[in-house]
């Protein structure tokens, strides 16, 4: 089938679909799905609320176990604990984050019906109001420790595919280089508390830290304050000799300086290849053995840019913080973190850029928090978690085109169902919300949604 015909031939199906819908639109005036039952628009796959519900829950709960399962395992093997720790804790765990994600993806379709049926109608914020109670109800059943890294993790997603949104509909601009910003402002957070107050960093950006910038930081920081005081014992002595020698150990230390920087410089090409070459083979592993497959993974210009990043944010933040280590080592950490941010245009990875910022502003509030600046909240994580996934679950469910195509198709993995959803309300509004859904997909999975609207 030719381009200009499969175009015409999801066109018209689209138009069939959103037939109904602008019909009830012109006589409830505007409101979208008036009268339309919640299996011909969230369910459209079974028409039993209950049926649907289960459907879902199982599956998630198999991919679930699937996921967490080897992950739980490796942890345990890595920790060597014992036969009964892996019985006691290990499994449960297991078991636990499996049913986190099954309440999200079964107890979605069951909030929908249910505030379908208060509401008497299916509107727009019906799908980011069922996403807030299945997201909250779900949060609480993973464990505590927990909830703040999956509240991370949604934040990044959740405020780009809403500042997507927001920029499509004209509420918001696009920010050309936003991404380079915000990881630019974030590696200057993390630099000043790294150095002013490094408790208040998570543990896991303190390990990815520590491993990066090595003691780079920390020998600079003492050969610069070395230097400054030396050179105001040189300045007293009137020795012309003792001045020589002061002027010479200076640039010693100047030349040991640039070893360091140059040591770090090599440390992070090192580290970003070895990550770089992981990450792509991770995602080859499906392909199958071949020369072609073995090629684009052991040639080096494929990981050349991410190399470069790692191995420029260590060297400048290395060179940046031994030059300003006499200003202060808040100064000096968040100039240096700042100018080293910028190496990200390298690779302009906005999944990068988004889970750098939550940790900085997990770190900021931390430091905010035993400061007495603001106080804390037991269940803020988990308000935050329900927060940011109501966001992600109305895009979802009306916008997918919105999401990243990285995390569009893990949800796809997880739930295949989110693709069935009927998105024609949305098409009656003018958001483009069938653009990832081929004539293919109609055909496969929507003519049961198309049989009964028509």
């Not at 199906?13 to 819908?21: E, F, R, V």
């Not at 979802?396 to 998105?423: C, M, Q, T, V």
């Amino acid at each position: 089938m030719s381009t200009r015909g499969g175009s015409a031939a999801m066109a018209g199906m689209a138009g069939h679909l959103a037939a109904p819908l602008t019909k009830a639109a012109a006589v409830t005036g505007g409101r979208p799905f008036y009268g339309l039952d919640c299996s011909e628009t969230i369910h459209t796959w079974d028409p039993s609320c209950v049926s649907a519900s289960v459907g879902i829950l199982k599956y998630v709960y198999g991919i679930g176990v699937q996921v967490y399962g080897p992950l739980y395992l490796l942890q345990w093997l890595y920790q060597r604990r014992s036969l009964r720790d892996l019985l006691t804790r290990t499994a449960p765990s297991v078991l636990r984050s499996s049913a986190f994600l099954a309440a999200i993806g079964g107890s979605f379709v069951t909030f929908e019906c249910l505030l379908r049926r208060a509401a008497g109608y299916q509107a727009l914020p019906l799908a980011g109001c069922g996403g807030f109670c299945c997201s909250l109800l779900a949060i609480l059943i993973e464990r505590k420790k927990r909830r703040s890294e999956l509240a991370l993790y949604c934040v990044s997603q959740s405020v780009e595919a809403g500042w997507r949104s927001l920029a499509a509909k004209g509420y918001v601009p696009l920010i050309p280089g936003g991404d380079v910003a915000a990881f630019s402002a974030a590696a200057a957070a993390l630099g000043y508390l790294w150095e002013s107050d490094r408790d208040a960093v998570p543990g896991t950006m303190q390990t990815v830290m520590r491993l990066v910038l090595g003691e780079a930081a920390d020998a600079a920081d003492d050969a610069a304050a070395a230097a400054g005081g030396d050179g105001g014992g040189a300045e007293e002595g009137g020795d012309v000799a003792a001045v020589r020698r002061q002027l010479a150990r200076r640039r010693a230390r100047r030349r040991q300086a640039l070893r360091r920087v140059l040591r770090a410089l090599l440390r992070g090409l090192a580290i970003g290849f070895a990550v770089s070459l992981a990450t792509r083979a991770f995602r080859l592993r499906r392909a199958g053995l071949s020369s072609r497959v073995f090629w684009e993974l052991v040639s080096p210009e494929r990981h050349l840019s991410y190399a470069g990043f790692v191995g420029l944010f260590a060297g400048g933040y290395a060179a940046v913080r031994h030059a300003l280590a006499a200003r202060g080592k808040g100064v000096a950490g968040a100039c240096a973190g700042a100018v080293a941010g910028l190496s990200i245009m390298l690779t302009r990875s906005s999944d990068l850029s988004g889970y750098v910022a939550s940790r900085a502003a997990e770190a900021l509030f931390r430091a905010a928090v035993a400061r007495g600046y603001c106080r804390s909240h037991y269940h803020g994580d988990s308000l935050i978690f329900a927060l940011c996934c109501a966001v992600i679950i109305h895009v979802a469910a009306y916008e997918p085109h919105h999401l990243r195509s990285s995390y569009w198709g893990f949800l796809l993995k997880f739930s295949p169902r989110f693709a069935d959803i009927n998105r024609t309300d949305a098409l009656f509004l003018g958001w483009e919300s069938t653009k990832l859904l081929h004539e293919s997909h109609w055909k496969r999975r929507g003519a049961p949604a198309v049989e009964r609207l028509l």
